[in-house]
């Protein structure tokens, strides 16, 4: 199972970046699905949050700015983000909970992480 995100990019101050989240492999269920993200020198952060059932979670800093979604047939992940600041510049990581077969046809359930892409906003 892999989760593969795309979408990071430079734009300045006020614009605005989708970013997707695909996962892939023999998934039989996947249930919450996350934005993470690090800034330099920090801790790493939840953004954003999203259960299966469709009931979203944000961080304070960017309620009213980020739209989380998923599309559980494509098993994909996006975030909308508008009114992009440069406290906004991180690396943003995909998370998701997921049930999949293993290559022995167990079930397996595990938390898997995205490989991270770069947002950097400038000023």
């Known amino acids: 199972v892999q989760l593969q995100a795309c979408g990071g990019g430079l734009v300045q101050a006020g614009g605005s970046l989708r970013l997707s989240c695909a996962a892939s492999?023999?998934?039989?269920?996947?249930?919450?699905m996350d934005w993470y993200r690090q800034a330099a020198g920090k801790e790493r952060e939840l953004v954003a949050g999203?259960?299966?059932?469709?009931?979203?979670n944000y961080a304070e800093s960017v309620k009213g700015r980020f739209t989380i979604s998923r599309d559980n047939a494509k098993k994909t992940l996006d975030l909308q983000m508008n009114s992009l600041t440069p406290e906004d510049t991180a690396v943003y990581y995909c998370?998701?909970?997921?049930?999949?077969?293993?290559?022995?046809?167990?079930?397996?359930?595990?938390?898997?992480w995205g490989q991270g892409t770069l947002v950097t906003i400038s000023s």
């Open positions: 998370f998701a909970n997921v049930v999949y077969y293993s290559p022995s046809d167990t079930y397996v359930a595990e938390k898997r």
């Open positions: 492999g023999r998934i039989i269920r996947i249930d919450d």
């Open positions: 999203v259960t299966n059932s469709g009931m979203t």
